[in-house]
């Protein structure tokens, strides 16, 4: 699916390079000079806290999240962040995306994060740490965020910028 989804949407001709698991990418693209990795959006059991190696200045950063078309029958319907290095005046900030690691992770955190924002949680170090990817929408406040989430007994350790992308736009089901 990762194959199809860079295919359609960069085309047969752009080098397709695979790599073990998201880490993987992140390091091949910040040994980059300008290559674009593709990272799933969504956590699975191998892929961790990718995103922590986007926290430094000098790191590559979530630059778009494809589909940027998000219909029921895309061809390519593959959910995945686009990483890269990008000058910063030159990306679009419409969607913030920020890693955070916290303490206390808890079903009631997740209930109140999701509320307001688009959250990837994965087992942080911690006995009951969680390390989060949160998608902050246009309009969004990462202070209110952290907050639903103190006030269900978690505890913030740290909150670090990785990148932002344009809002995708959803296409509806169409009714028969």
Known sequence: MMRDSARFHFGFTVPFVPHVGAAGVVEAVSESKGDLGLVPAFATSHSGAWWSALEFSS???????????????????????????????????????????????????????????????????????????????AGGDLTEIKAAIVKAGVTVRSAALVGSHATRYTVPAQKP
């Open 59 to 137: 790191a590559p950063k979530i630059i778009a999240r494809l589909p940027f078309l998000d219909r029921p029958d895309h061809p390519a319907p593959l959910n995945v962040f686009v990483v890269s290095r990008a000058a910063a005046d030159a990306m679009a900030t419409e969607i913030e995306m920020w890693s955070m690691r916290v303490a206390g992770w808890s079903a009631k955190a997740a209930r109140a994060a999701a509320a307001l924002a688009e959250i990837v949680a994965v087992p942080d170090s911690a006995f009951d740490g969680a390390a989060l990817l949160i998608s902050v929408p």
